[in-house]
Structure formats: C-alpha cells, structure tokens
C-alpha cells in the first residue's frame, strides 16, 4: 500500500476508537480528514463501511444494553432520510462539503462543549427530529452520529446503553446510505482491498474501546474528543475556503 493508505486506515481506528469511547460518530473525526486522502466519493462509502462492520461488533459487544422504545423512535426516521441524504450526496463539490461539514462540526461541537444540562434536548418529538436530522446529515455529509448523541443526552441512559441503543440507530441508515453509495459508484472494485482492512480495524478498535470505557469518566473523555471535535471543524472549514479562493 502507499503511504497515503496506510493512513487511511490509521485514521480509521483511531477515529473508530474516539467514537466508541465518546459516543460521538467515527465519522465526525473520518470524514473531514478522510477526504484529505482520497476522493469525497471513496471517503463517504468507506465510512459507511467502517459504520456497519463497527457497529456490528458493537451491537454483538452491547447487545444486552439496548433501549429498544428509543430505538424504534429514533431508528425509522433516521434510516428513511439517510437514505434521501446519500441520494444528494453528489450534488455537493468538495469545497461546499468541506465548509459545510466544518460549521457543522463547530456548530454541534460548540453545543456539546457550553451545554450546562445534559438534559436540555428533551421533548417527545426529539426522538423522531434527531433521528431524522442525524440520518440526514449522516447520508449527505457522512457524520450526522453528533445529532444523534445530542439529542440522545435527554434521556436518562446508562454508558453502555448509550453506545448500544446509538449504535443500533446508526446501523440501519448506514446500511441503507452504503446501498446507495454502491450504486452511485463511490466504491470501485480496485478500492476493495480497504474492506477486510476496515474489518479488523472495527474488531480492534471496539475491542480496545471497550476495555477503556469502563475505566475513563465518559464526560470527561468526551469534553477533549468535542475539542478535537471543534478544531477538526476549524480545519475542514478553512480546507474548504482556500479551494474556493483558488
């Protein structure tokens, strides 16, 4: 592999490894970087690969914690409107993706960071408005995982069941929006390769992920993974405005 493969797959475990542990998506840290290494295209299916064979793992490592009401609320809006997101996911060019996902990285990092109540983003529609939201913004940009967490901090659930019911959530929409990448494209047969690599990067990274989430203070992690969060944003954003300007 070139050298720009072999950090592809370094940036996957380690943004697999920040998602697990934070409860924020991979793909907020994957994608904006992702597509510092190869095309939007190529990024936004692999990250959807990376979605399902990671969530997997984590589905069969949290099964038992799911709150399945949450996810049925969640689940049906967010697996339908990532679908519709992927199916736009081309009409962005990779400047106007880049400043978007930047201010939306800074926007949601930015809430994540000055929230005083974690149980402020509570209502009976917010299951069904983050669920679609995240969906969305999963399937057009590749990272929406951060509304999704937002909106699940209104409900009273334990670490493990916050990793598993998201995890859940997150699972149907991406197999979903990979269907549509698939079609449109996005995954060459000479890109297979990052397949079986993004496979033992979900099983490793999970399995490392979960031996220090019983050890790290989740609120605590979670503050220096939303600042990295933010200054990823800042990057993505600027990447985006010096392409326009050339």
Not at 137 to 153: C, Q
Not at 170 to 198: A, C, M, S, T, W
Request: hydrophobic share 50%; net charge positive.
């Amino acid at each position: 592999m070139e050298n720009r493969e072999v950090y592809f797959i370094i940036l996957a475990f380690f943004a697999e490894v920040i998602g697990t542990l934070s409860g924020v998506s991979s793909s907020t840290i994957f994608v904006p970087i992702g597509v510092l290494l190869e095309s939007l295209q190529l990024t936004l299916a692999l990250t959807a690969c990376l979605h399902v064979l990671g969530n997997s793992i984590r589905l069969m490592l949290y099964w038992r914690d799911i709150n399945w009401p949450l996810t049925l609320k969640f689940g049906g809006p967010s697996v339908l409107l990532a679908g519709l997101g992927a199916i736009y996911s081309d009409h962005l060019s990779k400047s106007t993706f880049a400043i978007i996902l930047g201010c939306f990285l800074i926007s949601l990092s930015l809430i994540f960071l000055l929230q005083k109540n974690s149980k402020i983003f509570k209502g009976r529609f917010i299951p069904y408005l983050g669920g679609g939201l995240s969906g969305f913004l999963t399937g057009i940009l590749g990272s929406g995982g951060a509304v999704r967490s937002l909106a699940l901090t209104g409900f009273e659930l334990t670490p493990f069941a916050f990793t598993a019911t998201s995890t859940l959530i997150d699972l149907g929409g991406d197999i979903f929006r990979l269907k549509v990448y698939i079609d449109k494209g996005y995954l060459q047969k000479e890109n297979y390769f990052y397949i079986p690599l993004l496979m033992i990067v979900a099983v490793v990274a999970n399995w490392w992920a979960r031996k220090w989430l019983e050890k790290i203070p989740r609120e605590k992690f979670k503050k220096i993974v939303l600042s990295f969060v933010l200054i990823t944003g800042l990057i993505s954003l600027s990447s985006g405005l010096i392409q326009i300007r050339k």
